[in-house]
């Protein structure tokens, strides 16, 4: 379903301050910085396949590259070099809310956020009430998203983008979002499209959670595939790592 064969994405931290005038009167007076000390590689060759049907966990350190890696695999990004192969429908949810417009109302948005995902508009109205159900938020449907917190943001934006089963999932921490009750709807509906078959690649820095939904785990530092492998060997790898 996906594959990922040596992909290495950079990019250059000083790009756009380099036209400001302020950089240019600062440049006067400062020692003129290497080109390559502004060039930053998020990924690094990164090698790894994922089979129909499977949850693989990508864990790592702050910075490791995990996502990053999954906008470039939901096509968000294109790497500067390496190849990417995905095979079926993606869903992304890599950053629940950014295809909100804060000035509309819920209502609205669920329109305007299906739309972005490629929903119709008879399916949204067929699926309306599936989606205000699951969000919990039918008494907020004439707020304005600006006005609701990020819980309730994301939780809107995760049962729009749930209303269907995709064939491939593309995850990132969306478990944490809402109050605890939510977060254990938000986990059985993830499991209900596992084991519907949907392959699902999942970041998350829980390795609790990473234990329950993965079928085996890719752990990243600073860009790079350091192990990969069954989900129990490699979490206790990096756990031991993490606390050593």
Not at 27 to 47: C, I, Y
Not at 67 to 90: A, D, E, H, Q, R
Not at 126 to 144: G, Q, T
Request: net charge neutral; with cysteine.
């Amino acid at each position: 379903m996906i594959n990922l064969e040596k992909v290495s994405m950079k990019f250059n931290l000083g790009i756009e301050k380099n036209f400001s005038m302020k950089q240019a009167f600062i440049d006067l007076f400062t020692k003129k910085k290497d080109k390559n000390n502004e060039e930053f590689w998020a990924l690094t060759d990164v090698s790894f396949h994922v089979k129909k049907g499977e949850v693989v966990g990508l864990i790592g350190s702050n910075g490791a590259g995990k996502s990053t890696l999954l906008k470039i695999v939901s096509g968000v990004m294109k790497p500067t070099s390496g190849k990417v192969t995905v095979n079926g429908v993606i869903s992304p949810m890599i950053e629940l809310g950014a295809g909100f417009d804060p000035e509309l109302n819920a209502r609205e948005n669920i329109y305007l956020n299906g739309a972005i995902l490629g929903y119709s508009k008879k399916f949204i109205d067929e699926k309306f009430d599936e989606i205000v159900e699951f969000s919990e938020l039918r008494d907020f449907l004439e707020v304005p998203v600006k006005n609701f917190s990020s819980g309730m943001t994301a939780k809107l934006a995760f049962s729009i983008a749930t209303v269907v089963n995709p064939e491939i999932l593309i995850v990132d921490e969306i478990l944490s979002v809402g109050d605890i009750k939510f977060q254990e709807k938000s986990k059985k509906k993830m499991m209900d499209m596992i084991n519907g078959g949907t392959t699902v690649l999942y970041v998350s820095h829980s390795l609790e959670s990473i234990r329950d939904l993965c079928t085996k785990v890719v752990w990243l530092e600073h860009g790079k595939v350091i192990k990969m492998g069954e989900t129990k060997k490699i979490c206790d790898e990096y756990y031991k790592s993490q606390i050593g």
